[in-house]
Each structure stands twice: as C-alpha cells, then as structure tokens.
T-cell receptor
C-alpha cells in the first residue's frame, strides 16, 4: 500500500507563473516532510522540508505547505523558471530515520 | 566536493549470478540507505545503517543483503538476481533522520 501519493505524474507551467505540486499521505504519525528534485541521470537533491509542528516553510521561490487535517503537502514555486524543469518527489519520515517517497511529478516549465 | 558516489553507474548481470553494488561517501554522515526504484515508481527503502546498526525493512527480500565495513562505504549484495530485480538502486546518506544526500544511482540490468 502506498503511504505517499503524488497523483499528478506530470505538470506543465509557463515560465513566470506559479507551479503547485501536491502530495497526499496516509499516516498522521509522520513527523517530517520533504521535497526532492531530480534531474535526469542524477540522484534526487534535497529542496525544502517542513516539520509536523509547522504549516508553512519558505525558502526563496519555494514554499511548502502542510495541511495535517487533510494529510496533504504541497510545494509552490513562484515564479517558475525553465531550470525548475525536473521530477519532484515528496517524502515523509517515520520511525525517526526511515522515509517513504511518492512516485514523483515531472514538472515542465515552458519558456 | 563532499559527495555520495556509486559504482558502477550501470551494471549488467545474468539471472542468478551474484552482484554487488557499492556506495561511498565523503560527507561523514552516520546513516546510509539503499533504495530500489523501478520505472516511474517511488524509491522504495530496502534497508539502512544507523552507524553500525543494520535496519532491514520487513518486506525486503532475503535475496538482498548489505554490508557497511566502515563509515564511508556501504555495499548492496544481491545473491541471486531475478528479472524482477532490474531497477535503479539509489544510495543515500544523512545525519540522523534529516534530509538525505543521494548518489547518482546504479542501473541494474538482469539478463
């Protein structure tokens, strides 16, 4: 059973507009939530995270929102740039140092 | 630059022939992970080492073993690869249960 779901396999956005990537999870005991970005032929790279005690974390153009009641996590990228085109994975932490990942959303930012 | 290195990047083996994938890190992180990722699916945690302590996931097949001879190196041994074991294998490191640093992965082909 999937503990983390990214229901949109792909997303296409115009440069300069907002990209919103979504992630749903099943277990309210997850305590730490992360987003990773992956370019072809490279491993995932950490982007931004949020603790379960917060509902928002911002880092430059990237903001992560956590809605615990809905068990929903989202990543906002504003403004989107062509270099943001990549696969984005959400991940959740359980048992202190284990992680479940989503299947990824491929973002294409069009110039 | 501090990094996570995986060798080889591409590995071809025959059905049933043991194979070893290697991972090394210069980050001096205490936790090392192995993930299996099949096409368009989420990376799946196989096991991890917290320092010298080995932690196996309940659904990781017995066919998969791991060794961590020192802080810097971690190996994934597949004793009798089947066609279903063809995948990308990702190694990652972290400090405790914080964000992970990934290697570029080893793509395993089983003939």
């Amino acid at each position: 059973d999937q503990q983390v779901k990214q229901n949109s396999p792909s997303l296409s956005v115009q440069e300069g507009r907002i990209s919103i990537l979504n992630c749903d999870y099943t277990n309210s005991m997850f305590d730490y939530f992360l987003w990773y970005k992956k370019y072809p032929a490279e491993g995932p790279t950490f982007l931004i995270s949020i603790s379960s005690i917060k509902d928002k974390n911002e880092d430059g153009r990237f903001t992560v929102f956590l809605n615990k009641s809905a068990k929903h996590l989202s990543l906002h990228i504003v403004p989107s740039q062509p270099g943001d085109s990549a696969v984005y994975f959400c991940a959740v932490r359980y048992n202190f140092n284990k992680f479940y990942f989503g299947s990824g959303t491929k973002l294409n930012v069009k110039p | 630059d501090a990094m996570v290195i995986q060798n080889p990047r591409y590995q071809v083996t025959q059905f049933g022939k043991p194979v070893t994938l290697s991972c090394s890190q210069t980050l001096n992180h205490n936790v090392m992970y192995w993930y299996q990722q099949k096409s368009s699916q989420a990376p799946k945690l196989l096991f991890h080492y917290y320092d010298k302590d080995f932690n196996n996931e309940a659904d990781t097949p017995d066919n998969f073993q791991s060794r961590r001879p020192n802080t810097s190196f971690c190996f994934l041994d597949i004793r009798s690869p089947g066609l279903g074991d063809a995948a990308m294998y990702l190694c990652a490191t972290s400090i405790g249960g914080n964000e992970q640093f990934f290697g570029p992965g080893t793509r395993l082909t089983v003939l």
